[in-house]
């Protein structure tokens, strides 16, 4: 990719991200097969999303049956389908519910266990933290040294908590840091050319509370499908992943009131806050969390400070899920009148109800993947890559059209960003122009993006390439009149997919104009 240059993306160094990748390569080596590849790890952030909140809603005091609920709600959240496999690392939110777990363990640490066990657990949690995507390192951090700075005031040894705290946020860190040592070292040499956010970007991505509490776009019931449609468009949509499901939406509401009703004096809804250190992390949580990461709140002050990378911060949603799961759970355990004088079955047949009311809510015909499709596209890609291979020598260069940038260009007409992409997948041994980085443009590409027709074929060919890949989604007219242009030069077009989509044009017996 990148041809005639080469691809790299150290101005875009995959920050946090480390286990992640390192996944993602063990599978890779293991399968040797990209969508396979692909699809085992969206299939296992769905285990580690339900394992994780298991363990962490256990920690914090909710029952057996209560957790596997809250679990399998968290897991299935339409955020993770409207991630699915486009935003793939952002799928794996398995470290979000594990933020209260961490302030529990550095405010309250178990007694049982000795300090050097309690250190190590900590430090596992900060690697897993710093080492599964810089929005959730962030997120991390700053709820957890949020929450733990104004709760360690009311504990009796501060100083060990913050100690506690420096282990959790040295190790996460430290990790963040490995992670993009390389590109530090290119800054160094080369200066740093990434992308700029902007002020307005944070704008339209921040986290709108409107969205947490609408139903899913294409609802199974009509009418809640016609309702969240009825929110129109909006000048700052952002992703619009925010969305709970009825019962989280139900479980938020439950926080807010309660904790509405604890400011305002009422005694038993105190009792359960206030007594209750397990629902005072996770209401505390939610409540930080949306006061950080709504639109023109704490986030735009964090952008004017410096912390510029990060926009989206409608991605909080999934841990104000959780801990919104979690407290209702708490909540309905401390009302001992109702819950404890009723029958198992009773309990067990209430919480099947809502499981299943609960998923079939939060998912939709919309999310299940165009599978026929996939597979055509996938097959007529495998067979250009290999006609193309077959066409001409290794190493050959290949130029492909319309020229597109890495990352983020966007579509061009009908062509998906990052489409340009499949043969190198699909492993040609070819050297194709796709990948050339948007913030760093050598030579050739400052010239041929300001180049059309014959003037960008003759360059093409003094340039050393002796094809063009034209994507015919990519033009209006679906590339007829530069086909043919080349064609008159002596081009020949010597194959096309199978769909027609994609076209390959051999320049080596391309002549002058006349």
Same mark, same amino acid.
């Not at 302030?103 to 900060?126: D, H, V």
């Not at 700029?196 to 944070?202: A, D, I, L, M, N």
């Not at 309702?227 to 992943?241: D, H, K, M, R, V």
């Not at 300001?450 to 034209?470: D, R, W």
């Given at each position: ?8 993306? +150290? ?113 596992? %949690? ?54 993009? %040592? ?11 050319? *990434? ?25 199974? %019931? ?178 492909? +059209? ?7 260009? *966007?579509?061009?007409? !009908? ?63 679906? *590339? ?21 989509? !994609? ?12």
């Amino acid at each position: 990719m990148g041809a005639p240059s080469t691809f790299n993306i +150290y101005d875009f160094p995959l920050a946090g991200d480390y286990i992640h990748i390192q996944y993602l390569h063990f599978l890779a080596l293991v399968t040797r097969n990209a969508p396979l590849t692909e699809t085992l790890f969206f299939f296992t952030t769905f285990l580690t999303a339900a394992i994780a909140s298991n363990i962490s809603a256990r920690r914090l005091n909710v029952n057996s049956y209560n957790a596997i609920v809250v679990s399998i709600l968290f897991a299935f959240l339409p955020y993770h389908f409207m991630r699915n496999v486009q935003h793939l690392l952002l799928s794996s939110y398995f470290v979000l519910p594990l933020i209260p777990y961490t302030i529990l363990e550095i405010i309250r640490p178990n007694q049982n266990q000795s300090r050097r066990r309690c250190f190590y657990k900590l430090a596992l %949690l900060g690697c897993l933290a710093g080492g599964t995507g810089i929005y959730y390192t962030i997120f991390s951090l700053l709820i957890v040294a949020i929450v733990v700075l104004v709760m360690s005031i009311r504990e009796e040894k501060p100083l060990e908590a913050l100690t506690r705290f420096s282990i959790y946020v040295g190790t996460a860190l430290s990790l963040v840091v490995l992670s993009v %040592l390389p590109s530090f070292f290119y800054f160094s040499k080369n200066g740093s050319q *990434g992308v700029r956010r902007t002020f307005g970007e944070v704008e339209f991505y921040g986290l709108k509370i409107a969205n947490l509490f609408r139903p899913i776009i294409g609802h199974r %019931l009509h009418l809640l499908d016609k309702f969240t449609n009825s929110f129109g468009p909006s000048p700052i949509n952002g992703e619009a992943t925010e969305m709970l499901g009825l019962i989280g939406s139900l479980c938020l509401a439950l926080v807010l009131v309660v904790t509405l009703a604890t400011l305002l004096g009422v005694r038993r809804q105190r009792d359960v806050v206030e007594k209750n250190v397990e629902a005072n992390i996770v209401s505390s949580i939610v409540l930080v969390a949306i006061f950080i990461s709504t639109v023109g709140s704490v986030n735009s002050i964090l952008f004017v400070f410096g912390l510029q990378q990060v926009r989206a911060w409608g991605r909080f949603s999934p841990l104000i899920a959780f801990c919104s799961l979690v407290f209702a759970a708490i909540f309905l355990q401390n009302l001992k009148h109702l819950y404890q004088k009723s029958s198992i079955w009773t309990r067990l047949g209430l919480l099947t109800a809502v499981l299943c009311i609960g998923l079939l809510d939060q998912t939709s015909e919309r999310y299940v993947p165009n599978y026929v499709g996939a597979k055509s596209t996938w097959a007529n890609e495998e067979v250009f890559t290999r006609a193309a291979d077959d066409s001409f020598a290794p190493k050959s260069m290949i130029y492909q +059209y319309p020229d597109a940038l890495f990352p983020e260009n *966007g579509p061009i007409v !009908q062509m998906d960003d990052y489409t340009q992409a499949f043969p190198y997948i699909h492993g040609s041994n070819l050297r194709w122009s796709y990948g050339r980085i948007k913030t760093r443009s050598g030579e050739f590409h400052l010239k041929v993006r300001n180049l059309a027709g014959l003037e960008l074929l003759t360059y093409l060919k003094q340039s050393g390439f002796v094809g063009v890949h034209i994507s015919r989604e990519g033009f209006e007219d679906r *590339g007829v009149e530069f086909i043919k242009l080349a064609l008159n030069l002596g081009a020949e077009q010597i194959f096309t997919s199978p769909d027609d989509q !994609q076209v390959m044009l051999d320049l080596r017996g391309l002549r002058a104009a006349p």
